[in-house]
């Protein structure tokens, strides 16, 4: 079983300020990594798939990127709606799917 | 418009069973995988069981392998859990979403979710 590692667990930033969350998976993975946002009450949404492409309507400040066994998702200029709890969610091992711990991104 | 509605959470007792189930519309059911998350209260995400197109092939998380049944009806667009044997740990949000699909791009997974539905294990 691929396990992926999120951190930091929690990151507290400012509105305008650049997020960056790290996601590793214990086994390399391709580029087969998706991202998505949860807010309080929601159903995730899918922001990131293939690691590095942006989903339907998301906006231009979300990026992806890595492959292998290490991940990275930006959130450039924070906007108030940008804070919630972020998701990496793996299927290389597909039609099986494993999802990180997540990171609580809060208000500075 | 693309929805999923699931239904069937409830409160039942450990050991006991329930069924959920998810209406599907908006597009096209029978060309798509479709899976089940969960998540425990105040927890993390956890993918609990997907089903291929014409029900053939099914996967599920070892925790709940030999307990859960995945199933769908492609004529009713319907996705449903069979859960027996249900444990304290069970207790989540249960989310039905629409997995890969035939054409790759056109849809993506886990692009749809459902609003959830509730089971809570407890005496």
């Known amino acids: 079983e691929v396990v992926l590692t999120q951190s930091p667990a929690t990151l507290a930033l400012s509105p305008g300020e650049r997020a960056t969350l790290s996601c590793r998976a214990s086994?390399?993975?391709?580029?087969?990594l998706s991202w998505f946002q949860q807010k309080p009450g929601q159903a995730p949404r899918l922001l990131i798939y293939d690691a590095s492409s942006r989903a339907t309507g998301i906006p231009a400040r979300f990026s992806g990127s890595g492959s292998g066994t290490d991940f990275t998702l930006t959130i450039n200029s924070l906007e108030p709606e940008d804070f919630a709890v972020y998701y990496c969610?793996?299927?290389?091992?597909?039609?099986?799917?494993?999802f990180g711990r997540g990171t609580k991104l809060e208000i500075k | 418009e693309v929805q999923l509605v699931e239904s069937g959470g409830d409160l039942v007792q450990p050991g006991g069973s329930l069924r959920l189930s998810c209406a599907a519309s908006?597009?096209?059911?029978?060309?798509?995988?479709m899976s089940w998350v969960r998540q425990a209260p105040v927890k993390g995400l956890e993918w609990v069981a997907n089903i291929k197109q014409d029900g053939s092939e099914r996967n599920y998380v070892d925790s709940v392998k030999g307990r859960f049944t995945i199933s769908r009806d492609n004529t009713e667009e319907s996705l449903y859990l069979e859960m027996t044997s249900l444990r304290v740990d069970d207790t989540a949000v249960y989310y039905c979403?629409?997995?890969?699909?035939?054409?790759?791009?056109?849809?993506?997974?886990?692009?749809?979710w459902g609003q959830g539905t509730l089971v809570t294990v407890s005496s």
């Open positions: 979403a629409r997995d890969l699909g035939y054409n790759y791009g056109a849809s993506l997974p886990f692009d749809h």
């Open positions: 969610q793996q299927r290389g091992e597909w039609p099986l799917y494993t």
């Open positions: 086994q390399s993975i391709a580029s087969y």
């Open positions: 908006g597009f096209s059911f029978d060309s798509h995988w």
